[in-house]
């Protein structure tokens, strides 16, 4: 199966994008110079239609053969319109830590037409408010999959016209009988709806409708992936591009088969090149529900455990069924992190930043410098809206409490710091607030500093709460 | 106790009584109703080669009256056959394979031994390269009372100032593999019990249960060597794994010493830096000095979800890559402390009723760290709550020996739920 192939995102020098670059260091881009912005692209930190020249036609050619050599090996797909249109896939790697996972994979809700219209309403409603924020960034759902449990094509198309009455979420419409997506199809195609699925059983008919609307499809064949690959080596030769794969997600005791399948599909794109496995891939935990009868939390959890796994192991789109807040801020969350950079540092420099607009008497704190309890701390005084100063110390990228079960954040390491960082000319009092997980540094560090200690919460969702309680401190 | 013994899922949620199983059932519903709101915050994030704006936009336009925006071509006749060949990956080198315990015919009093390590591939990738062993799942157990979420707390109110009947629940009751022995109360900070009251404490444990033990120090470098040493002595023999040696012992001049005591009296050790394979690396090196490769393990940090979990995956990623392609320094099995799930917000923190059931969101926190890391290729695991320990051991179990694809089991799209 291994072909030819171009190179991959991690081959790529700076020097073969540079190659193709007009040169003439005009920095329209605002970069110095085109070298430096050929590096930035193939750190995946610039996009090369970010060199204004390069769009015009004198350059066509080469901007083309920049957009070959760039591609991912697994083809971005777009569903949804406007605005709300997604892009699912469009991955470079198989590990995160080689080049930033790209395009982090929406999650769909499932709604079936069986539901009653309250009902459906009800849960497009808790779809769209689901919202929680997470340092700074706000994190919700993406899109429904809309499933036809009647079978009947008229309540499929009547469904789908009410869903596009309430919301513009993009849609999956999930059936593999054609005469229900043709139903869905007729209301909803201008929002180039995500078409869940061509089957070996279904494949002339369900590609006729595709071909008719030029909506992009889910390809299935659950646990079979030389039967995938046949299916989309044909609907290729037969015209159609925008697929998406299904592997079938298996649950309980088959959940290994998952992840190897998954592994071996993403696998034979980006290492083997394979373009015919080189598509997104569609997790459904949602199958979870067709296991044994379960309580339904028992299924939620399930359906929760399996949907981490996924995010983890290279699922492109996924579609849930629970709507329970516990069950889907975990994966909100670790689709955030796992998509970050890389190469994003574990800590932020060491220093004094200063909040709103502090005086002599506002208050000191301090913290770690392990980035994340930075940006969780940094974010719970801004939302507190507290004029402070927050001395962020070097722990060595350790969080507060690894930092003083290491003995990185000591009472000496305090008193270092406030003196590094001239704490005593920020304020005119001599009262330190310190992290409530730090709380049995707090004897030695009066000892240490000079300093009276105030031991804060031990989490920094408090710390508002603690400041308009205490502050300022009252003398015994 | 063999696999068949220990306790499955449901069995665990009898055990944790009426509360959790009532809202796993579904009947109770517990609403909480705390907002929490956070400021702004920007996250640099790479937008990676090609701009998606590339690709066409979509077309608008009704069924009806679709022009076909796709090039078609002719129908194929019939299906075009291809195969899926997949082969395992084939790596030069393997991670050491390490036994934690020791029965009487090997000179130690346990029952039962584990071992970890050993793995040829990474986890999980095929079918036909299984890691050689199931992960290790050692519960703590605290020598003094540390602040604790509700839902851990709450089944351990008998226990929770008696380690020795505390480690006896967690193998009788939770199905241990190992037990883990916080000694925090050696902490010069806190009550700085002496290196001899801690041994005590841990000869009642070896007492009270059969299973290997890991025994985890303050942090202190000096009293944690001082500890240990004191330790390795009195349980001659029982091939503990001591938790954890670190470049700031080396700094304060105790890792020679603590790391031959180790070594004499037959126990294994545990190297711990802080996110960085370098690090790991160099304090490695300083320990293959005083003490032999064949018997120290890694904790390279684990971070809870949602305060850089994305780290610590990372990173294990990397190391165990490095490993199988070659590096020796990175070929020792690895530990993930994954109680530290708790420490996030999102795993204790009432969130309002949106994300009600705090009971669930915890044991899932501590279950999806355990599980990503488990993927990543851990060896062994720091557990707490019992329902992550069953989820870890038994997904663990199936992800090792899946069951044969059973076709119907994927669909979803017609059920009704």
Same mark, same amino acid.
């Given at each position: 199966?291994?072909?030819?192939?171009?190179?991959?995102?991690?081959?790529?020098?700076?020097?073969?994008?540079?190659?193709?670059?007009?040169?003439?260091?005009?920095?329209?881009?605002?970069?110095?110079?085109?070298?430096?912005?050929?590096?930035?692209?193939?750190?995946?930190?610039?996009?090369?239609?970010?060199?204004?020249?390069?769009? *015009? @036609?004198?350059?066509? $050619?080469?901007?083309?053969? %920049?957009?070959?050599?760039?591609?991912? !090996? +697994?083809?971005?797909?777009?569903?949804?319109?406007?605005?709300?249109?997604?892009?699912?896939?469009?991955?470079?790697?198989?590990?995160?830590?080689?080049?930033?996972?790209?395009?982090?994979?929406?999650?769909?809700?499932?709604?079936?037409?069986?539901?009653?219209?309250?009902?459906?309403?009800?849960?497009?409603?808790?779809?769209?408010?689901?919202?929680?924020?997470?340092?700074?960034?706000?994190?919700?759902?993406?899109?429904?999959?809309?499933?036809?449990?009647?079978?009947?094509?008229?309540?499929?198309?009547?469904?789908?016209?009410?869903?596009?009455?309430?919301?513009?979420?993009?849609?999956?419409?999930?059936?593999?009988?054609?005469?229900?997506?043709?139903?869905?199809?007729?209301?909803?195609?201008?929002?180039?709806?995500?078409?869940?699925?061509? *089957? @070996?059983?279904?494949? $002339?008919?369900?590609?006729? %409708?595709?071909?008719?609307?030029?909506? !992009? +499809?889910?390809?299935?064949?659950?646990?079979?992936?030389?039967?995938?690959?046949?299916?989309?080596?044909?609907?290729?030769?037969?015209?159609?591009?925008?697929?998406?794969?299904?592997?079938?997600?298996?649950?309980?005791?088959?959940?290994?088969?998952?992840?190897?399948?998954?592994?071996?599909?993403?696998?034979?794109?980006?290492?083997?090149?394979?373009?015919?496995?080189?598509?997104?891939?569609?997790?459904?935990?949602?199958?979870?529900?067709?296991?044994?009868?379960?309580?339904?939390?028992?299924?939620?959890?399930?359906?929760?455990?399996?949907?981490?796994?996924?995010?983890?192991?290279?699922?492109?789109?996924?579609?849930?069924?629970?709507?329970?807040?516990?069950?889907?801020?975990?994966?909100?969350?670790?689709?955030?992190?796992?998509?970050?950079?890389?190469?994003?540092?574990?800590?932020?420099?060491?220093?004094?930043?200063?909040?709103?607009?502090?005086?002599?008497?506002?208050?000191?704190?301090?913290?770690?410098?392990?980035?994340?309890?930075?940006?969780?701390?940094?974010?719970?005084?801004?939302?507190?809206?507290?004029?402070?100063?927050?001395?962020?110390?070097?722990?060595?990228?350790?969080?507060?409490?690894?930092?003083?079960?290491?003995?990185?954040?000591?009472?000496?390491?305090?008193?270092?710091?406030?003196?590094?960082?001239?704490?005593?000319?920020?304020?005119?009092?001599?009262?330190?607030?310190?992290?409530?997980?730090?709380?049995?540094?707090?004897?030695?560090?009066?000892?240490?500093?000079?300093?009276?200690?105030?031991?804060?919460?031990?989490?920094?969702?408090?710390?508002?709460?603690?400041?308009?309680?205490?502050?300022?401190?009252?003398?015994? | 106790?063999?696999?068949?013994?220990?306790?499955?899922?449901?069995?665990?949620?009898?055990?944790?009584?009426?509360?959790?199983?009532?809202?796993?059932?579904?009947?109770?519903?517990?609403?909480?109703?705390?907002?929490?709101?956070?400021?702004?915050?920007?996250?640099?994030?790479?937008?990676?080669?090609?701009?998606?704006?590339?690709?066409?936009?979509?077309?608008?336009?009704?069924?009806?009256?679709?022009?076909?925006?796709?090039?078609?071509?002719?129908?194929?006749?019939?299906?075009?056959?291809?195969?899926?060949?997949?082969?395992?990956?084939?790596?030069?080198?393997?991670?050491?394979?390490?036994?934690?315990?020791?029965?009487?015919?090997?000179?130690?009093?346990?029952?039962?031994?584990?071992?970890?390590?050993?793995?040829?591939?990474?986890?999980?990738?095929?079918?036909?390269?299984?890691?050689?062993?199931?992960?290790?799942?050692?519960?703590?157990?605290?020598?003094?009372?540390?602040?604790?979420?509700?839902?851990?707390?709450?089944?351990?109110?008998?226990?929770?100032?008696?380690?020795?009947?505390?480690?006896?629940?967690?193998?009788?009751?939770?199905?241990?593999?190992?037990?883990?022995?916080?000694?925090?109360?050696?902490?010069?900070?806190?009550?700085?019990?002496?290196?001899?009251?801690?041994?005590?404490?841990?000869?009642?444990?070896?007492?009270?249960?059969?299973?290997?033990?890991?025994?985890?120090?303050?942090?202190?470098?000096?009293?944690?060597?001082?500890?240990?040493?004191?330790?390795?002595?009195?349980?001659?023999?029982?091939?503990?794994?001591?938790?954890?040696?670190?470049?700031?012992?080396?700094?304060?001049?105790?890792?020679?010493?603590?790391?031959?005591?180790?070594?004499?009296?037959?126990?294994?050790?545990?190297?711990?830096?802080?996110?960085?394979?370098?690090?790991?690396?160099?304090?490695?090196?300083?320990?293959?000095?005083?003490?032999?490769?064949?018997?120290?393990?890694?904790?390279?940090?684990?971070?809870?979800?949602?305060?850089?979990?994305?780290?610590?995956?990372?990173?294990?990623?990397?190391?165990?890559?490095?490993?199988?392609?070659?590096?020796?320094?990175?070929?020792?099995?690895?530990?993930?402390?994954?109680?530290?799930?708790?420490?996030?917000?999102?795993?204790?923190?009432?969130?309002?009723?949106?994300?009600?059931?705090?009971?669930?969101?915890?044991?899932?926190?501590?279950?999806?760290?355990?599980?990503?890391?488990?993927?990543?290729?851990?060896?062994?695991?720091?557990?707490?709550?019992?329902?992550?320990?069953?989820?870890?051991?038994?997904?663990?179990?199936?992800?090792?020996?899946?069951?044969?694809?059973?076709?119907?089991?994927?669909?979803?799209?017609?059920?009704?739920?």
């Amino acid at each position: 199966m291994k072909e030819e192939h171009k190179k991959s995102i991690r081959e790529i020098s700076p020097i073969d994008v540079y190659k193709l670059l007009p040169r003439t260091n005009c920095a329209e881009c605002g970069e110095a110079n085109c070298m430096a912005f050929a590096t930035r692209v193939v750190n995946g930190e610039a996009v090369i239609e970010g060199c204004p020249p390069i769009l *015009t @036609k004198k350059y066509e $050619k080469d901007l083309s053969k %920049l957009q070959e050599l760039l591609a991912p !090996p +697994v083809r971005a797909v777009h569903f949804g319109s406007g605005d709300h249109q997604l892009t699912i896939g469009g991955k470079h790697v198989l590990y995160r830590h080689e080049f930033t996972y790209q395009n982090p994979p929406p999650i769909a809700i499932d709604i079936s037409d069986d539901m009653e219209n309250e009902q459906i309403a009800a849960r497009i409603k808790k779809v769209q408010d689901f919202a929680y924020t997470y340092i700074g960034r706000p994190l919700s759902l993406d899109a429904l999959a809309v499933r036809s449990v009647t079978q009947s094509p008229d309540r499929y198309a009547e469904v789908i016209q009410q869903i596009c009455g309430l919301c513009n979420l993009p849609l999956i419409l999930c059936s593999t009988d054609p005469a229900i997506i043709q139903a869905g199809l007729s209301v909803c195609a201008e929002r180039k709806p995500l078409i869940f699925a061509i *089957t @070996k059983e279904n494949w $002339k008919e369900m590609g006729e %409708l595709v071909l008719d609307t030029g909506c !992009p +499809v889910v390809v299935s064949a659950p646990g079979d992936l030389s039967l995938l690959r046949t299916l989309v080596r044909t609907l290729q030769e037969w015209g159609i591009e925008d697929m998406v794969l299904d592997p079938g997600t298996f649950h309980s005791d088959r959940i290994g088969q998952t992840i190897h399948l998954f592994t071996a599909l993403r696998k034979a794109a980006v290492k083997n090149f394979d373009a015919l496995s080189g598509y997104p891939i569609l997790g459904t935990p949602i199958s979870v529900w067709n296991g044994q009868e379960l309580s339904d939390d028992l299924n939620r959890w399930q359906e929760a455990y399996l949907t981490s796994m996924l995010i983890t192991r290279y699922a492109d789109l996924l579609i849930m069924h629970s709507l329970e807040g516990w069950a889907l801020l975990p994966q909100l969350i670790w689709r955030f992190g796992i998509y970050t950079d890389p190469r994003k540092p574990v800590s932020v420099d060491a220093g004094v930043r200063t909040f709103g607009n502090p005086d002599k008497t506002s208050p000191v704190l301090i913290t770690s410098n392990y980035a994340l309890t930075f940006f969780t701390v940094e974010s719970d005084i801004k939302a507190a809206k507290i004029d402070c100063h927050l001395i962020v110390i070097d722990t060595g990228g350790l969080s507060v409490e690894a930092a003083v079960a290491g003995r990185y954040l000591t009472a000496s390491k305090i008193a270092e710091s406030l003196k590094e960082w001239k704490a005593d000319t920020l304020v005119s009092h001599k009262y330190l607030i310190i992290p409530g997980l730090a709380a049995r540094l707090s004897g030695e560090t009066e000892d240490e500093t000079g300093w009276r200690v105030l031991v804060g919460p031990r989490d920094s969702s408090g710390i508002g709460q603690m400041i308009r309680e205490r502050w300022p401190p009252v003398e015994e | 106790m063999s696999d068949q013994e220990k306790p499955d899922i449901s069995s665990i949620i009898r055990l944790l009584g009426p509360g959790l199983a009532e809202l796993l059932s579904g009947r109770q519903i517990e609403l909480e109703n705390v907002e929490l709101e956070l400021g702004e915050l920007e996250l640099w994030i790479p937008v990676g080669g090609i701009s998606p704006s590339i690709y066409p936009a979509p077309v608008p336009g009704g069924a009806g009256q679709l022009a076909p925006p796709v090039k078609r071509l002719p129908r194929p006749d019939e299906l075009l056959s291809e195969k899926f060949l997949m082969e395992p990956d084939v790596f030069s080198s393997k991670v050491r394979e390490i036994t934690l315990g020791a029965t009487r015919a090997d000179g130690g009093t346990r029952g039962s031994t584990v071992t970890v390590g050993g793995s040829t591939s990474i986890p999980f990738t095929h079918p036909q390269s299984p890691p050689p062993h199931p992960p290790v799942i050692s519960l703590d157990v605290f020598d003094t009372r540390v602040p604790m979420p509700k839902a851990l707390k709450s089944h351990l109110t008998e226990v929770i100032d008696d380690p020795a009947a505390w480690a006896k629940m967690n193998v009788e009751q939770f199905g241990a593999d190992m037990v883990t022995v916080h000694l925090l109360s050696t902490d010069p900070l806190i009550q700085n019990k002496s290196p001899r009251d801690a041994s005590k404490t841990v000869e009642e444990v070896l007492q009270a249960v059969d299973v290997p033990l890991i025994i985890g120090g303050c942090g202190d470098p000096k009293k944690d060597a001082e500890t240990f040493t004191e330790i390795a002595a009195m349980a001659e023999g029982e091939r503990l794994l001591l938790n954890s040696v670190t470049s700031d012992m080396a700094d304060a001049k105790t890792l020679e010493p603590v790391c031959k005591a180790a070594d004499n009296h037959g126990h294994c050790l545990l190297g711990f830096t802080g996110l960085d394979l370098n690090s790991a690396k160099e304090l490695n090196r300083r320990i293959y000095q005083y003490f032999p490769p064949e018997r120290l393990l890694m904790d390279l940090t684990t971070v809870a979800l949602g305060y850089g979990l994305e780290y610590s995956f990372s990173i294990h990623e990397r190391a165990r890559m490095a490993a199988l392609m070659g590096d020796k320094e990175l070929q020792h099995p690895t530990i993930s402390a994954c109680t530290n799930a708790w420490s996030a917000r999102e795993a204790w923190m009432d969130l309002g009723p949106a994300f009600g059931k705090n009971d669930l969101r915890g044991p899932l926190w501590e279950t999806i760290g355990g599980l990503t890391l488990l993927l990543a290729g851990v060896d062994l695991f720091l557990m707490m709550h019992p329902l992550a320990v069953s989820t870890l051991r038994d997904v663990a179990g199936k992800l090792m020996h899946p069951a044969e694809i059973n076709l119907g089991m994927a669909d979803w799209a017609a059920l009704k739920i």
